[in-house]
């Protein structure tokens, strides 16, 4: 699977936490507003995806993995 994230601002750092609170992707990034992540590798369930840009701003946004 792959998840693609397009916003308005340049994203340099992605992190990915399931429910249990772990950190389960952690991803520095060259400043894009278009990013694409791999997911095969997780398990189905809830993420919480944390996205960073260059002044440090939170954007947060559930994802749900199917199987």
């Not at 699977?1 to 916003?7: H, I, K, P, V």
């Amino acid at each position: 699977g792959q998840l693609t994230l397009e916003t308005n601002a340049s994203i340099e750092r992605v992190m990915l936490i399931n429910l249990m609170g772990q950190v389960v992707l952690d991803k520095q990034l060259s400043p894009a507003s278009f990013i694409s992540l791999q997911t095969a590798d997780l398990m189905p369930g809830l993420y919480v995806l944390h996205a960073f840009d260059a002044q440090g701003a939170l954007f947060t946004k559930q994802i749900l993995k199917q199987q």
